[in-house]
């Protein structure tokens, strides 16, 4: 397998993301890129490692012929590496998942039964998948799950006061953005190993956005639940809902699980309460007092949470901010610190403000860490291919 190529495959409702790499112990990146505006008029951006971005127009696409289009734009990633293995984002991966699976059509069945509990990705991530087996027969297919990072969380963590039969049906507390975690714990451990081996909070905030309480590098508790819909606020979700206002709404407005899931899925969060934008960059440069109150819930959700996972830690020792906002916005992680004084949690202005990797003045140190989805499943393929 020395020399051969793995591509990471991320298939989601509107764009596919892609990257290859270079099979062996640790897998060498060689290019990333996406495929955006899936639909009618979908564009492909490839980014080669040591030459600048490439973009062309590639016209009506579904998933199968956008993969086709990054298939024929692979050219000055792969250098003629032949493709052993192909890896993919798959959210879901149901109770029994805590690692990698190689998909064949019993696994592709079982995991199209998730879909309705991850209606944004899970039928979009298996688009992703048939389209890559039809591509590659002869590579190895790998799911890597969002889900899997937490499976190892204690029963309270994994389960709803409900009667326990439920419990064993699977409706549990899955915990979601796995492959991030596991990138920022890995990172954690490579870096600052003092701070892996403690109590950390990590914050990714992207247009998902949800925060983990890793305890010696192992996931305890996480914001998000039975579907990517609980907790932070997010860019078109809702986060944490009282379900007494679900049943209010089937019952007083005629709502039905169609009605609900567009209500809570895709008009809520960043974008219901502004009335403008899901888009943080957006809010933020925004005049409007609706923009300015939806950023106030989004960054009160995230210090009300990190009150929670503390408590779960027992304390805290770290807070790292990562994804999309997390990364970018000084503005953004400066609100969801402020007033946390009393944790031992502040910011050094001028180090948040100039994006340096530690920003942190008080006692619990504070982290910017890009994260990297594409190369924990990267490693996993690798692995698996032995
Ligand atoms: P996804 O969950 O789709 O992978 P990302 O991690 O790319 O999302 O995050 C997307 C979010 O990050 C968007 O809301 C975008 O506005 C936000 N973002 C990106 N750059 C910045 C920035 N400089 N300031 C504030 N928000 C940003």
New binding site residues.
């Given amino acids: 397998m020395s020399g051969d190529a793995i591509l990471t495959i991320n298939a ?1 409702s509107s764009s596919i993301k892609f990257s290859a790499h270079v099979a062996g112990r640790a897998p060498h990146e060689l290019g990333r890129g996406q495929v955006e505006r899936l639909g009618p008029a979908a564009s492909l951006t490839v980014h080669a490692e040591g030459a600048s971005a490439e973009r062309a127009e590639i016209g009506p696409a579904d998933h199968a012929q956008a993969l086709r289009a990054i298939l024929e734009h692979l050219g000055p990633l792969l250098h003629g590496r032949r493709v052993a293995g192909v890896g993919h984002r798959v959210v879901h991966g149901g109770p029994d998942h805590a690692a990698p699976v190689r998909l064949d059509d019993a696994a592709i069945v079982e995991l199209a039964r998730l879909e309705p509990l991850a209606p944004l990705h899970q039928p979009y991530n298996l688009s992703g998948v048939r389209a890559a087996r039809a591509a590659f027969p002869d590579a190895l297919q790998l799911a890597c799950f969002d889900t899997a990072f937490h499976r190892g969380h204690a029963w309270e963590h994994d389960t709803f006061a409900l009667p326990s039969s439920y419990h064993a049906r699977g409706i549990r507390r899955y915990g979601f953005h796995g492959l991030s975690y596991q990138f920022i714990a890995g990172d954690l451990a490579r870096r600052f190993p003092d701070l892996a081996a403690g109590r950390v909070i990590v914050a990714h ?4 956005a949800s925060m983990c309480a890793l305890r010696g590098g192992r996931s305890l508790s996480s914001t998000m639940g039975f579907t990517a819909l609980d907790g932070l606020a997010m ?1 078109t979700r809702s986060g944490q809902i009282d379900p007494g206002v679900l049943l209010y709404l089937m019952q007083n407005d005629g709502m039905d699980a169609d009605a609900l899931s567009r209500l809570l899925y895709r008009e809520s969060g ?1 974008k219901g309460l502004s009335g403008i934008s ?5 809010l ?1 440069a925004s005049d409007a007092p609706e923009a300015a109150q939806a950023i106030s819930y989004y960054v009160t959700r995230i210090r009300h949470e990190i009150g929670a996972l503390t408590a779960d830690l027992g304390g805290l020792d770290g807070l790292v901010f990562t ?3 997390g ?3 000084d ?2 992680r400066a609100m969801a610190c402020d007033g946390m004084g009393w944790l031992g949690l502040s910011l050094d202005a001028r180090a948040n403000a100039a994006g340096a990797t530690e920003i942190g003045a008080g006692r619990v140190r504070v982290l910017v860490l890009p994260t990297d989805e594409e190369a924990v499943i990267a490693q996993a393929v690798s692995d698996a291919l032995g």
């Fill in positions: 989601g905030l992207g247009n998902g860019g960043l899901h888009d943080m960059r957006r933020l994804a999309g906002v990364q970018n916005s503005v953004i």
